[in-house]
């Protein structure tokens, strides 16, 4: 059994940064690929950016690519999303999800537990 809570939404004007974090439960974590998503009013889930086991390797959507950051701390069981330039259209709840038996994840249904969001308002 995995446990995530993400925490540090919140609001922010545009142009602003915010870091969300992911704490993590179990001794397994260090062997789960970790990932964030998002989610929009009307829209679907969207990836938004992974990172591996070793936290070797990120990737990130197109959509925000240059204006995050992921990266993880095993020791903490924790992951964190750095966002910087926020825009409104990053008005979202963002989730984190980890990913067993992957080093990297970047598709939903590679993931199998979730947490259950937090609530990012950028105002215009």
């Known amino acids: 059994q995995v446990q995530l809570v993400e925490s540090g939404g919140g609001l922010v004007q545009a142009g602003g940064s915010l870091r969300l974090s992911c704490a993590a439960s179990?001794?397994?974590?260090?062997?789960?690929?970790m990932g964030w998503f998002r989610q929009a009013p009307g829209n679907e889930r969207e990836f938004v950016g992974a990172?591996?086991?070793?936290?070797?390797?990120?990737h990130y959507a197109d959509s925000v690519k240059g204006r995050i950051t992921i990266s993880r701390d095993n020791a903490k069981n924790t992951i964190y999303l750095q966002m910087n330039s926020l825009k409104p259209e990053d008005t979202a709840v963002y989730y984190c999800?980890?990913?067993?038996?992957?080093?990297?994840?970047?598709?939903?249904?590679?993931?199998?537990?979730w947490g259950q969001g937090t609530q990012v308002t950028v105002s215009s």
């Open positions: 179990g001794r397994t974590f260090s062997s789960y690929a």
């Open positions: 999800a980890a990913a067993p038996d992957f080093v990297i994840a970047t598709l939903e249904l590679e993931y199998a537990y």
């Open positions: 990172i591996s086991w070793s936290g070797s390797s990120t």
